[in-house]
């Protein structure tokens, strides 16, 4: 499988975002916003992106007490994670730089 960079997933909250829901079949906004450690409005802010992009799935049951949101990745969403980490894994197996162009640290 080749990766592909997504700059949807790219931006780092995203990105731990999906990482956490393609572990899960879905999370609870709090618990999102608790393990990155940020404002709801950045939770809500990032989560917008991905729906937009068709990447999450945004719903709130209804039951008894307190309305609770939970998100969930898409199929869509799952692929464009699973090619995003591709590509970052193929740039550490071969960040493209040939053998001998660089000395003491620097390219040339």
């Avoid at 307190?66 to 071969?94: N, P």
Wanted: proline content about 4%; overall charge positive; hydrophobic content about 40%.
């Amino acid at each position: 499988m080749t990766g592909r960079f997504d700059e949807v997933v790219h931006a780092p909250n995203r990105l731990r975002i999906c990482a956490l829901l393609a572990a899960s079949s879905s999370a609870e906004f709090a618990v999102l916003r608790d393990i990155l450690g940020v404002a709801d409005s950045v939770v809500s802010k990032h989560l917008k992106v991905l729906q937009d992009a068709g990447y999450v799935a945004i719903s709130k049951p209804t039951g008894r007490g307190r309305v609770k949101t939970w998100v969930s990745l898409t199929a869509e969403g799952r692929r464009a994670y699973a090619g995003h980490v591709q590509a970052l894994k193929e740039l550490l197996d071969d960040p493209g730089i040939p053998v001998g162009s660089h000395e003491q640290g620097h390219l040339r």
